[in-house]
Nanobody, 121 residues
Framework: QVQLVESGGGLVQPGGSLRLSCAAS????????MGWYRQTPGKQRELVAT????????YYADFVKGRFTISRDNAKNTVYLQMNSLKPEDSAVYVC??????????????WGQGTQVTVSS
């Protein structure tokens, strides 16, 4: 069993900052990639950012480039998303993603439950 648990969401004013965290736990053999998606009502889930575990290569969606920074702590199986210069359109449920190989098993995608981010004055 593997769990992804997010934290750090909340209400912030436009132009403000938040830092999301996502910790993976369970029978983990290795984690290949971790990242964040976001979901708003009536829209498809969209990729925000990802980071690999071996060389820390990161990817960002165009709409967050220059504002968000993804990082990870492999020793803690944790990925972070630093969100700066937040805009109202960044309001969404942010969902953690990881591709994990479990002990004595295969690699599969795993998802967290999501954490709400609301940007409003």
């Amino acid at each position: 069993q593997v769990q992804l648990v997010e934290s750090g969401g909340g209400l912030v004013q436009p132009g403000g900052s938040l830092r999301l965290s996502c910790a993976a736990s369970g029978s983990i053999f290795s984690i290949y990639i971790m990242g964040w998606y976001r979901q708003t009502p009536g829209k498809q889930r969209e990729l925000v950012a990802t980071i690999t575990s071996d060389d820390y290569t990161s990817y960002y969606a165009d709409f967050v480039k220059g504002r968000f920074t993804i990082s990870r702590d492999n020793a803690k199986n944790t990925v972070y998303l630093q969100m700066n210069s937040l805009k109202p359109e960044d309001s969404a449920v942010y969902v953690c993603y990881a591709r994990i190989r479990v002990v004595h098993g295969h690699s599969d995608p795993y998802w967290g439950q999501g954490t709400q981010v609301t940007v409003s004055s």
